[in-house]
């Protein structure tokens, strides 16, 4: 009697344990959807308030976590686009990224870049000092 009750609650343990790690690694159904929106709202962002803005910006997501519990999401985002003024310019960018269901509470780290992002972040820091000693000029 008691082996059974054993079995019983190894088994049990066992399909809690896969019930909760299937249910924390897929993004289907409604989280999925909502992933393609946070891909149009977060890839634009990144572009434009990180890396000195663009055009003909495509976000999609390579990737993706979500937790059930927290309503959280983790993916890899693939970003393209066009230079703002140059617009023969074309960027890569490839970056982990964690947000709320909201995209509220986004956070980012940009894990790779083509060689025209590189380029970007340079002069992009170049024209941040050049401002910051302009205004410390005032």
């Known amino acids: 009697m008691r082996s059974l009750v054993r079995m019983g609650l190894f088994a049990l343990s066992i399909a809690l344990l896969s019930g909760s790690v299937a249910s924390a690694d897929e993004c289907s159904g409604e989280p999925a959807n909502r992933l393609i929106r946070l891909t149009q709202i977060i890839g634009p962002l990144i572009v434009t308030n990180h890396l000195l803005g663009g055009q003909n910006i495509v976000a999609t997501a390579e990737s993706c976590v979500f937790d059930p519990q927290t309503r959280r999401f983790t993916f890899d985002l693939h970003v393209l686009w066009d230079g703002r003024f140059a617009w023969w310019?074309?960027?890569?960018?490839?970056?982990?990224?964690?947000?709320?269901?909201?995209?509220?509470?986004?956070?980012?780290?940009?894990?790779?870049?083509?060689?025209?992002?590189?380029?970007?972040?340079?002069?992009?820091?170049?024209?941040?000092?050049?401002?910051?000693?302009?205004?410390?000029?005032?």
Not at 96 to 112: G, P, Q, T
Not at 114 to 128: K, M, S, T
Request: aromatic share 10%; net charge negative; hydrophobic share 45%.
């Open 89 to 138: 310019n074309h960027y890569e960018i490839l970056a982990e990224v964690r947000s709320n269901w909201e995209a509220d509470a986004v956070k980012f780290v940009i894990v790779s870049g083509n060689d025209a992002v590189r380029n970007l972040e340079f002069w992009g820091n170049i024209l941040n000092v050049s401002l910051d000693a302009l205004n410390k000029g005032r």
